[in-house]
């Protein structure tokens, strides 16, 4: 059984993908990738053991994987790091100030 994603965001990995997925509870047996060499769209193939939720897991796979999907995860990521990295950087000047 089997679940075709396309015109997905080619910068996504197997790996996101997989960590993507195990975060949306979708259980997986195989995940590949195919390029149409006409149209350069990219298809992401799921393979899903259970089918009685195959359904479910088309509905939620739905909006996983575009470009807004993938600038999503990459504004988090940046703005999380960002936001530790200058927290970390006021107390470090702080404690220099409070030395002198």
Known sequence: HEIK???IDERFTIRNIKDILRQHRI??????FSTSS???ECTLHLGIKDISK?????V???TLFTS???QQ????????T???????NYYRLRASNNRK
Do not use: D, M, P, W
Not at 82 to 88: A, K, L, P, Y
């Open 82 to 88: 960002g936001r530790h990295c200058r927290e970390n």
């Open 54 to 58: 195959l359904e479910t897991y088309e």
């Open 38 to 40: 006409t149209t350069q």
């Open 68 to 70: 807004e999907h993938y």
């Open 73 to 80: 995860i990459k504004y988090k990521v940046h703005h999380r």
């Open 27 to 32: 259980s997986f047996t195989a995940i590949n």
């Open 5 to 7: 994603c396309r015109n």
């Open 60 to 62: 939620q796979i739905k």
